[in-house]
Structure formats: structure tokens, C-alpha cells
């Protein structure tokens, strides 16, 4: 049989071929090995045969990033990869009720983000913090900045009472919005707010 020449730089998926090594005794056969260096800049001795039917395609790094991809499949069902799964489907999904105020307004999640796995790497820690102090329940993802994509810098956990008072429609004075005023000043806040409409300035309205 014509002896099958493997050349320094091939690439075999993950692997790319090194040089040649001291061949190995497996099942009474003979196989030729090879030393491949991964993507990863490990270094891995493999068989021919398995380079030849993809049997390795990397040292250990693409088993690893596999059963990290199915852990998200354990979160399922849960409150925190809900409140993911609603992020993506109001961005991305037209048919999405709420997708008028965030993908049609162009509000889009940031390209890391798209997979659960990093989202979770980016948030889960804190959302754990947020539920110490306040019931699951009350722990929602809120941007920062309400124009802007969802990232880790433009995202937090907050209250439900916080989540309203940072939407576009509330009303804010000094960066502060009118509930918040009302509750520090013991003023009735619909009242409050109709006299807003009907024109009284602010400033007068929320001073002591």
C-alpha cells in the first residue's frame, strides 16, 4: 500500500500536523502519530487514522466548550434564562409583542450576548446578589441607558419599582423622576401629575 504523505502545516479541523512521532502499539497494530499543535497552542500526539476520519478534531478544548454549551439546557425553565430568552425575542423577533419598542427602535443585543453561556458568565453572579437583597421576583434586567444595545456596561439588575421609574415615558426632573420626587416630598403623585399637564412648572411643584 502506498505510504499516505502527511506534510508539516496541514490543518485537520482543529489540528495542525507538527511532525511525525515514534509510532504507538495499540491492539496488536501499528499506527502512525503525529505531533499537532491545537488552536488552543496546546500540544497533542494523535493517530493518523483519527485525523484522517475526524475522530480528533482538537485536544480536549472542543469536548470542554461542548459540555459547556448543554449546561444552558439546565437553566431552562428557570427565571434568569427567561429574562434572556425575552431580551433576544424582542430584539430579533418581529412577531414579538414588545418587539416595536426595542428591535424596531434599534435596540439590539450585543453579538457575545446571542448565546446563553456568556450571558450567564456575565450576569449570574450579580443576579444572585440582586436576589439576596430583593425576591427573585423583584429582580429584572434594566439598561442603563434606555437608547442604547444590551451589554455589560448598559445592563443591571433592578426592582420592578425601579424598572418603571427608568422607561422612556416617565417624567424626570434634575434626573430624577416624578414618583421618586413624590414619595421623598409625601405628594400624591397622579395629582402631581396632572398639574404637569396642565402646565405648572416643576419647579414649583417640587420644592418643599
Not at 495542525?16 to 502512525?32: A, K, P
Not at 499537532?36 to 480536549?60: F, G, H, P, Q
Not at 458568565?121 to 429584572?140: A, C, F, N, R
Amino acid at each position: 500500500m502506498k505510504r499516505l504523505e502527511i506534510t508539516p502545516w496541514d490543518k485537520y479541523w482543529r489540528l495542525i500536523v507538527i511532525t511525525e512521532v515514534e509510532r504507538h502499539i495499540s491492539y496488536s497494530r501499528y499506527h502512525r502519530m503525529f505531533e499537532c499543535e491545537c488552536e488552543c497552542w496546546t500540544i497533542k500526539a494523535v493517530r493518523l487514522n483519527d485525523l484522517r476520519t475526524w475522530k480528533t478534531l482538537s485536544c480536549w478544548c472542543l469536548n470542554q466548550e461542548k459540555r459547556k454549551s448543554r449546561k444552558k439546557h439546565w437553566d431552562v425553565g428557570t427565571r434568569f434564562y427567561k429574562q434572556w430568552w425575552r431580551i433576544i425575542a424582542r430584539c430579533t423577533n418581529p412577531n414579538e409583542t414588545r418587539y416595536k419598542d426595542y428591535g424596531a427602535r434599534g435596540i439590539w443585543v450585543c453579538d457575545k450576548w446571542l448565546k446563553y453561556i456568556w450571558y450567564k458568565e456575565d450576569m449570574y453572579e450579580s443576579y444572585i446578589k440582586h436576589t439576596k437583597k430583593h425576591w427573585e421576583k423583584d429582580t429584572t434586567i434594566e439598561r442603563t441607558d434606555n437608547e442604547k444595545w444590551y451589554n455589560i456596561k448598559n445592563c443591571c439588575w433592578a426592582t420592578m419599582q425601579e424598572q418603571r421609574e427608568n422607561t422612556r415615558r416617565s417624567i424626570k426632573y434634575k434626573w430624577k423622576c416624578l414618583s421618586m420626587w413624590c414619595r421623598e416630598l409625601w405628594l400624591n403623585y397622579m395629582t402631581t401629575y396632572k398639574r404637569i399637564k396642565r402646565g405648572i412648572p416643576m419647579s414649583e411643584l417640587l420644592t418643599k
